[in-house]
């Protein structure tokens, strides 16, 4: 007796996000990897291998998916790499649970099996007072993005103990998570020019430092394959997913979270001119990258500020917090926990 024959395609579903009456969902159409899964395999080589699969790019363009989420239901097609991103105006949804599911199916599967996948949505309870969006790749997480080879090394092939948040940062996005009441369960955004395929890793590098979760918006397609072994660039995607995730919660105001390495206060000053009153705090890790990138953060500070958003470029997570507390983003006792847990892991 035969099996029952697998399809050719796999939907990969990213967590989704709204306001009730906004939905935003994303995901990925791809083919089926040669490289199995080895679960019995430990060690170097089982990571080097998972990497190199997770590396390899195999996207199934055009092709025609049905969503349905509570009585919602509406279509979409994924792009030229196989992504797509659809926001839809929504029927509200019932319930007050902070997660609702979401469903997606190929509707135009040549090979006759059905392909089939789930998730869900982050809502924002009428709590939230905040939506918080965050950078990752050395915001949350050192990854190294100066030094490529050691920052693939940590992206693929480092294990999630050997992977910590910076000191403190958890508390501080815990904090802000609860906000000035300590139960506002304001929704949590995190975007990052990292490849999409290692989302799972990050929802368990999350996990294991009680980091909040959130819908995690890689969704970035390094191109890479065997004659293109080289990420291409993408220079206007992490704007385009903030932009993405202010179409899903209209009205709530915004903090942006993220660091002076790369261009992530630059991609913050546009979003602010893009979205005029929506933004109010823009806090920096400052990577202190020389006299030169200082003169720019402080002409940005200016640029901001007279559009009415305050600018914090810090060196530590306290820094932060002391902000967010001051601002009332954060209540006292959270900002003490964040003193705590940076003094731990300097331990």
Not at 12 to 35: K, P, T, Y
Not at 45 to 69: D, N, T, V
Not at 261 to 282: F, L, M, N, S
Not at 290 to 309: F, I, S, T, W, Y
Request: proline fraction near 6%; charged fraction near 25%; glycine fraction near 8%.
């Amino acid at each position: 007796m035969f099996g029952r024959k697998r399809s050719p395609f796999e939907l990969v579903l990213f967590r989704g996000f709204g306001d009730g009456e906004h939905i935003c969902v994303a995901g990925r159409v791809i083919r089926r990897s040669w490289l199995a899964d080895e679960t019995r395999k430990r060690g170097l080589l089982r990571r080097l291998r998972q990497g190199i699969k997770l590396l390899i790019s195999r996207h199934a363009p055009r092709m025609e998916i049905e969503l349905r989420c509570g009585d919602n239901l509406w279509h979409t097609q994924s792009d030229s790499h196989g992504y797509f991103f659809s926001c839809h105006k929504a029927v509200p949804l019932s319930g007050d649970d902070l997660w609702s599911p979401y469903s997606a199916r190929l509707t135009d599967n040549s090979c006759g099996i059905e392909t089939l996948a789930s998730s869900e949505i982050l809502r924002a309870p009428d709590s939230a007072r905040l939506l918080v969006i965050s950078d990752i790749d050395d915001t949350v997480v050192y990854t190294g993005v100066a030094n490529k080879l050691m920052m693939l090394w940590r992206l693929f092939f480092a294990s999630v103990d050997e992977r910590a948040p910076f000191p403190g940062m958890g508390a501080f996005l815990k904090g802000l998570h609860g906000g000035r009441s300590g139960r506002e369960s304001n929704p949590m955004i995190y975007v990052s020019r990292s490849p999409w395929s290692i989302y799972p890793l990050l929802k368990e590098l999350f996990q294991c430092h009680d980091i909040p979760v959130g819908p995690v918006l890689l969704l970035r397609d390094w191109g890479i394959s065997w004659r293109h072994p080289f990420p291409r660039r993408a220079e206007d995607h992490k704007a385009n997913m903030i932009d993405f995730v202010l179409k899903g919660y209209p009205t709530l105001p915004v903090v942006l979270i993220g660091d002076s390495g790369q261009h992530d206060p630059e991609v913050y000053a546009a979003v602010v001119e893009r979205h005029p009153g929506r933004i109010k705090t823009v806090y920096i890790r400052d990577l202190q990258r020389g006299p030169e990138r200082q003169k720019q953060l402080l002409d940005l500070n200016k640029r901001m500020g007279e559009a009415g958003v305050r600018f914090v470029a810090a060196t530590s997570t306290d820094e932060m917090a002391a902000d967010a507390r001051a601002t009332g983003w954060l209540n006292p006792g959270d900002q003490q926990h964040v003193a705590e847990d940076a003094e731990k892991q300097k331990l």
